[in-house]
């Protein structure tokens, strides 16, 4: 599936899956077949920073960047070795918790975002609980240079009657994300 959706698109594919469905075909194997079907980074989200060794040589092997999260309880020194071993960019979660469709985006997601700037140049992506335009609008104008919507886009999937219109809700919710941030 992604090895026909990668070469319509135009910014760069992150994978985003847990470390077992990795293991189980193998990192090196895994990380070879997700660049061959068009993906240009891998995000573990159940990996801490001092795990990552194994998979980031699996990734160099490959020529995937390996993206690293930080969170809203991650204290500031440790965001800054986790920006520095972060590839791309770095994923700052906004909640506390599990993903999911949030009515608002965190007020402290701004500061968050300003710690990391401050800890690194890389780009800030926000994700978890991004499901709204204003939502995206919020983050990008508290200075984040991207956001990541998941659930919700899943849930647009989930939620329609047929899988065509699903994937047509899908695509209605991604534009309104799009065009609510000035590019």
Avoid at 43 to 71: H, M, S
Avoid at 155 to 173: H, Q, V, Y
Wanted: aromatic share 4%; hydrophobic share 45%.
């Amino acid at each position: 599936m992604v090895a026909k959706v990668a070469p319509e698109l135009q910014a760069p594919l992150v994978l985003f899956t847990y470390y077992n469905p990795i293991i189980r075909r193998g990192m090196d194997k895994f990380c070879e077949q997700i660049k061959a079907a068009g993906v240009a980074g891998l995000l573990v989200p159940d990996l801490p920073l001092e795990e990552t060794v194994t998979i980031r040589a699996a990734c160099e092997r490959a020529g995937l960047e390996l993206v690293l999260l930080t969170t809203p309880t991650t204290p500031k020194a440790r965001m800054a070795e986790i920006a520095r071993a972060s590839q791309g960019f770095v994923y700052l979660v906004s909640v506390t918790g599990v993903t999911g469709v949030q009515e608002k985006v965190a007020a402290r997601v701004e500061t968050l975002v300003e710690t990391l700037h401050a800890v690194t140049d890389k780009s800030v992506a926000v994700g978890f609980g991004v499901s709204k335009p204003e939502h995206a609008r919020q983050i990008v104008d508290w200075g984040a240079e991207g956001v990541i919507c998941g659930s919700a886009l899943v849930r647009a999937l989930g939620d329609a009657a047929t899988p065509e219109e699903g994937l047509k809700n899908m695509e209605a919710l991604a534009r309104s994300l799009r065009e609510a941030i000035p590019h």
